[in-house]
């Protein structure tokens, strides 16, 4: 087996809590050898717990250091700018969802991925979740036959889920960089709302839609790829509650079907919920997702259907123990060799951003 010299920029949360992880794990696949991040802190600790050859405040000491392959977990609104400088150094990338926060910004990188003839796959990890895979062999066979795909998701502080884990958070960042990275953020999000936005619309935007319901909505994408349907590019409904801690998205299916969508940011309540349901003419099946950053805690897989009669006959499945996260790696490792297409390419998480864009216009109006 090929194994990839691999580089990490961006070590925040995710970055920490997954992918360093998992990259110095997969030994197989990949020499995890180097690092990007602005805070010296964790580039000092990082760097010690992984026994990384080389560091560095940003993505330009990680173009010389012979690389094959980067991990781009920086915040999402330097993602165009990271993966379009990754490609173009010959590289091959995965890029933290949301691909970007603007649809130039997600049309730029697909540019640098033909520019350059590498891969670009985007870190959707639920749609390698052995469970999501085996909800898709349980799914009817025709489209018309799902009546409703129901997303409910409560995402509290993500504090209770990662205080097991060894953290160094970036406290160190030069404030400059702060600014900019607030200053781009808000540019970006300005652009893809076609308006100024009030704080309660940037949380909507950035952080319900664009940050967090992203990912329910690559699993519906990936649903609907399986009966062969496109997820639309337009949400038929679109709404914000609770001063944007909370937004929804909703639209219609071939067959008269719906899919409605709601994200709420409970942050009193440390219990993290995400449950998609999907009601078909003659069974239910449900997935239900632990927290991201609770490792090897397998989703929870059931499907519902008559028993004959008024009896209900109820199967659960515990369909592994493996850790998505892990399994994104090893679809990127095969990718990136030309062993696998790419899973979860640009021009699906373009769709994905558009959609969430739509919603949030509908709800801004």
């Not at 992880?21 to 010690?48: G, K, M, P, Q, T």
């Amino acid at each position: 087996m090929r194994k990839l010299r691999v580089g990490l920029i961006g070590a925040g949360l995710v970055g920490q809590a997954e992918h360093a992880f998992y990259l110095w794990e997969e030994r197989d696949r990949f020499a995890f050898v180097a690092l990007a991040d602005a805070s010296a802190a964790v580039r000092e600790a990082l760097r010690d717990r992984y026994g990384l050859e080389h560091v560095h405040p940003d993505i330009q000491g990680l173009l010389d250091c012979g690389l094959d392959a980067v991990v781009i977990a920086a915040p999402d609104a330097f993602h165009p700018d990271l993966a379009v400088a990754a490609l173009d150094a010959g590289l091959h990338v995965l890029c933290e969802k949301p691909l970007a926060l603007t649809l130039a910004g997600c049309d730029r990188i697909a540019a640098a991925r033909d520019r350059a003839g590498k891969v670009l796959q985007v870190a959707y990890m639920k749609r390698h979740d052995p469970a999501y895979k085996r909800a898709l062999e349980l799914l009817p066979a025709n489209i018309a036959d799902v009546k409703l795909i129901s997303v409910e998701v409560n995402d509290p502080d993500f504090e209770p889920f990662t205080a097991h884990l060894p953290m160094t958070w970036p406290k160190d960042i030069p404030a400059d960089l702060r600014s900019q990275a607030r200053s781009a953020t808000a540019a970006q999000l300005r652009e893809s709302a076609g308006a100024d936005l009030s704080p309660v619309g940037t949380r909507a935007l950035g952080g319900g839609y664009l940050s967090s319901l992203v990912h329910d909505v690559a699993v519906v994408h990936g649903i609907l790829g399986h009966f062969g349907v496109a997820l639309p590019a337009e949400a038929n409904h679109g709404a914000l509650f609770d001063e944007g801690h909370g937004v929804q998205l909703a639209f219609g299916l071939p067959g008269g079907g719906r899919v409605s969508m709601t994200h709420l940011s409970l942050a009193g309540v440390p219990d993290y919920t995400e449950r998609i349901s999907i009601y078909c003419t003659d069974r239910i099946i449900e997935l239900t997702f632990p927290a991201p950053y609770l490792r090897h805690e397998p989703t929870r897989l059931t499907l519902k259907r008559s028993g004959g009669g008024h009896a209900l006959e109820t199967t659960e499945f515990r369909t592994s123990y493996e850790e998505a996260f892990r399994d994104q790696l090893r679809a990127f490792h095969a990718a990136a060799c030309g062993d696998a297409p790419v899973s979860t390419p640009v021009e699906q998480a373009r769709r994905d951003v558009e959609l969430l864009i739509s919603a949030f216009r509908r709800a801004a109006r």
